[in-house]
């Protein structure tokens, strides 16, 4: 049985995760945590707002209490992208299949609209991360999508915006897809 993983961004919750792997991984001089999703195994979800009260969660703490009320364990969690006043996403938000925010094509306006931006998504059982244009030709229909910006790497290179790293020491959630079937991280 697949069990339900969160994101509040991106979070992962289930009584007991199938397809979840937390490491530490270094590299650079630098220490990194990679959570690693099987959708073959757990499902990645995404959560803004409180069903109940429609306020958008601030802390995983709430979000660990509202999966509790429906009997489900917060197993991993990460913001999905950058935030408007209010709590608004900057970008494309989409959960349930239900689009709550749409696609923002910004070439203008602070990190998000650095470009190349991005989607990160998942679709059943596969995941991907599309340049935003790309992915609003593919005719993918995402169950779960978060936009964020700029993408740190794309073609497996640092994009122009990270390629100076002294420019952008500052610590930042990625995420990225395997290519074999059915992993995010």
């Given at each position: 049985?697949?069990r339900?993983?969160?994101?509040?961004?991106?979070?992962?919750?289930?009584?007991?995760?199938?397809?979840?792997?937390?490491?530490?991984?270094?590299?650079?001089?630098?220490?990194?945590?990679?959570a690693?999703?099987?959708?073959?195994?757990?499902?990645?979800?995404?959560?803004?707002?409180?069903?109940?009260?429609?306020?958008?969660?601030?802390?995983?703490?709430?979000?660990?209490?509202?999966?509790?009320?429906?009997?489900?364990?917060?197993?991993?969690?990460?913001?999905?992208?950058?935030?408007?006043?209010?709590?608004?996403?900057?970008?494309?938000?989409?959960?349930?299949?239900?689009?709550?925010?749409?696609?923002?094509?910004?070439?203008?306006?602070?990190?998000?609209?650095?470009?190349?931006?991005?989607?990160?998504?998942?679709?059943?059982?596969?995941?991907?991360?599309?340049?935003?244009?790309?992915?609003?030709?593919?005719?993918?229909?995402?169950?779960?999508?978060?936009?964020?910006?700029?993408?740190l790497?794309?073609?497996?290179?640092?994009?122009?915006?990270f390629?100076?790293?002294?420019?952008?020491?500052?610590?930042?959630?990625?995420?990225?897809?395997?290519?074999?079937?059915?992993?995010?991280?």
């Amino acid at each position: 049985m697949k069990r339900p993983l969160v994101w509040l961004g991106l979070g992962l919750s289930a009584s007991v995760a199938q397809g979840l792997s937390i490491d530490t991984v270094s590299s650079g001089g630098s220490a990194y945590t990679v959570a690693t999703v099987d959708l073959q195994r757990d499902r990645l979800e995404l959560h803004w707002q409180n069903p109940t009260t429609r306020a958008p969660y601030t802390t995983f703490e709430q979000l660990r209490a509202r999966l509790a009320k429906e009997g489900r364990t917060l197993l991993f969690a990460t913001n999905s992208g950058i935030y408007a006043p209010g709590l608004k996403p900057l970008g494309l938000h989409i959960e349930q299949g239900r689009t709550l925010v749409p696609l923002n094509r910004a070439q203008r306006g602070g990190n998000f609209a650095l470009v190349p931006n991005g989607v990160f998504w998942v679709a059943g059982q596969r995941a991907g991360v599309s340049e935003t244009g790309v992915f609003a030709r593919s005719g993918v229909r995402p169950t779960f999508a978060t936009q964020s910006g700029p993408l740190l790497v794309q073609g497996a290179a640092c994009t122009r915006p990270f390629a100076n790293r002294a420019r952008h020491s500052r610590c930042a959630a990625g995420l990225g897809c395997v290519r074999t079937a059915g992993y995010a991280l």
